[in-house]
C-alpha cells in the first residue's frame, strides 16, 4: 500500500520560509520520479516542482529561484524548500508519486503566506 505523509505546513509572513517534507512507503522510492504540486482555493491543482530518480528537477516559473526540490533517498523521503514565500504561494501542498502511471497523493499540507 502506497502511503505519502506531507509535513512541515505552516503560517508565515511574506519574505519568509519553509521546508515541506514528503516520506513515502510501499514504493521503491529511488526509482520514481516525485513531485510537488499546490492548489489554491477556486483554482486547479498545479504542479510546483517534479524530481526524477536521477536528480533533474523542473519548476514552475513562478517558483524559480524560490522554492528547491531535493530526495534522500536512504530517507524515501523528498523535500521542497520555500524561500522569499509570497501570498500568492498560499495553497495547499500535495505531495505526488506515480509508480506504473498510477497517481497516488498525500492528504496535503496547508501553507499560508500573510501580506
Known amino acids: 500500500q502506497v502511503q505519502l505523509v506531507e509535513s512541515g505546513g505552516g503560517l508565515v509572513q511574506a519574505g519568509g520560509s519553509l521546508r515541506l517534507s514528503c516520506a513515502a512507503s510501499?514504493?521503491?522510492?529511488?526509482?520514481?520520479?516525485m513531485g510537488w504540486y499546490r492548489q489554491a482555493p477556486g483554482k486547479q491543482r498545479e504542479l510546483v516542482a517534479v524530481?526524477?530518480?536521477?536528480?533533474?528537477?523542473k519548476y514552475l516559473d513562478f517558483v524559480k529561484g524560490r522554492f528547491t526540490i531535493s530526495r534522500d533517498n536512504a530517507k524515501n523521503t523528498v523535500y521542497l524548500q520555500m524561500n522569499s514565500l509570497q501570498p500568492e504561494d498560499t495553497a495547499v501542498y500535495y505531495c505526488?508519486?506515480?509508480?506504473?502511471?498510477?497517481?497516488?497523493w498525500g492528504q496535503g499540507t496547508q501553507v499560508t503566506v500573510s501580506s
Open positions: 505526488n508519486a506515480a509508480p506504473g502511471g498510477y497517481n497516488y
Open positions: 510501499g514504493i521503491i522510492f529511488s526509482i520514481n520520479a
Open positions: 524530481i526524477t530518480s536521477g536528480g533533474s528537477t
